[in-house]
């Protein structure tokens, strides 16, 4: 149980070009889901708390007009990165909970994005 | 959320047991310790997590010293496949859920056949 999943896996595309990426939780509702980013060799960084119905909440130093986040429903978010250049190439990766607050974080597969 | 101190890397020889230890002394009452491994390009795995006792499930066991301030993760019989970066996060469990895991930088393990 509690499987996320992630897609695209990855994407190549050109400088300038919006890209969405959707996290959805197959088994379980989340009225809260998280991304993350990850360059390589680094450690997964929060970018963003993406709550159902509402607005997200972006950590220090996140534009919250390149990376848009919608969280529609119970099962879906999306991550917009607008208008991407090769500075946001890196591993995206979405996260969520099920059930009571103590239960553990589970992750989708990841997406990688390069931008040529 | 307290913040976890731990061994930038550790090799394991097959077959064996791997124990990865993770400080946390500044843990504090209501803060569950969890475990996540990643492997190369993909997304975290779920390894297990606790509050105060010591855990077991198919994957590894916690265990965590009587004054909770530091934790080792075992895997009993470790392979090939559990080489990876291994995190041990602690974090406050609000009943709301939407706390999310802050990863420091991990241990990677290394299994040596």
């Known amino acids: 149980g509690a499987v996320v999943s992630q897609h695209p896996s990855w994407v190549i595309c050109k400088s300038g070009t919006s890209v969405k990426i959707e996290c959805r939780s197959l088994?379980?509702?989340?009225?809260?889901m998280f991304w993350y980013r990850q360059f390589p060799k680094q450690s997964l960084m929060l970018m963003a708390t993406s709550n159902e119905g509402s607005k997200a909440t972006y950590e220090q130093g996140v534009e919250k007009d390149k990376f848009l986040i919608n969280h529609a429903s119970l099962t879906l978010s999306t991550l917009t990165v607008t208008s991407a250049h090769p500075e946001d190439s890196s591993f995206y990766i979405c996260s969520a909970r099920a059930g009571q607050g103590y239960q553990p974080q589970h992750f989708g597969d990841g997406t990688r994005l390069s931008i040529l | 959320d307290a913040k976890t101190t731990q061994p930038t890397s550790m090799d394991c020889a097959e077959g064996r047991a791997a124990n990865l230890p993770c400080n946390h002394s500044t843990i504090s009452g209501n803060e569950y310790v969890y475990w996540y491994r990643q492997i190369h390009s993909q997304g975290p795995q779920y390894i297990i997590h606790g509050l105060k006792n010591n855990e077991t499930n198919e994957m590894a066991s916690l265990i965590i010293t009587e004054d909770r301030k530091s934790s080792t993760l075992i895997l009993p019989h470790a392979t090939l496949r559990d080489t990876a970066v291994y995190y041990c996060?602690?974090?406050?469990?609000?009943?709301?859920?939407?706390?999310?895991?802050?990863f420091g930088k991990g241990t990677r393990l290394s299994v040596i056949a």
């Open positions: 996060i602690v974090r406050v469990a609000g009943t709301s859920g939407n706390t999310p895991l802050v």
């Open positions: 088994d379980f509702q989340a009225t809260t």
